[in-house]
């Protein structure tokens, strides 16, 4: 059975720092690629971040970029979401989901984790 178990979230403060993670099992780690993505309040859920496991090919949506950082330990099967200088607009549910690699949009992901909350205060 596949698996995507988010950890990590929690409340900090604007420009502090948290790490996410998400623990797969149930499949072939590095067949696939990891996404991030994330649903604040009132908004449409939208792709922050993702990274191909077998090659390490990864990308960032611009609001992100420079500030989050997506890496893989592919021994424990987990990706990892590195969030620094937090705006409170990073506030959101932050799921992870996993996919081809091909098509880093909502319909292109086949599974996904149930999420955990990131609150950032200003």
């Known amino acids: 059975e596949v698996q995507l178990v988010e950890s990590g979230g929690g409340l900090v403060q604007a420009g502090g720092s948290l790490r996410l993670s998400c623990a797969a099992s149930g499949f072939t780690f590095d067949d696939y690629a990891i996404a991030w993505f994330r649903q604040a309040p009132g908004k449409e859920r939208e792709g922050v971040s993702c990274?191909?496991?077998?090659?390490?090919?990864?990308y960032y949506e611009d609001s992100v970029k420079g500030r989050f950082t997506i890496s893989s330990d592919n021994a424990k099967n987990t990706v990892y979401l590195q969030m620094n200088s937090l705006k409170p607009e990073d506030t959101a549910v932050y799921y992870c989901a996993r996919f081809d690699g091909e098509t880093f949009e909502e319909s292109g992901m086949d599974y996904w984790g149930k999420g955990t909350l990131v609150t950032v205060s200003s």
């Open positions: 990274i191909n496991i077998s090659d390490g090919r990864t």
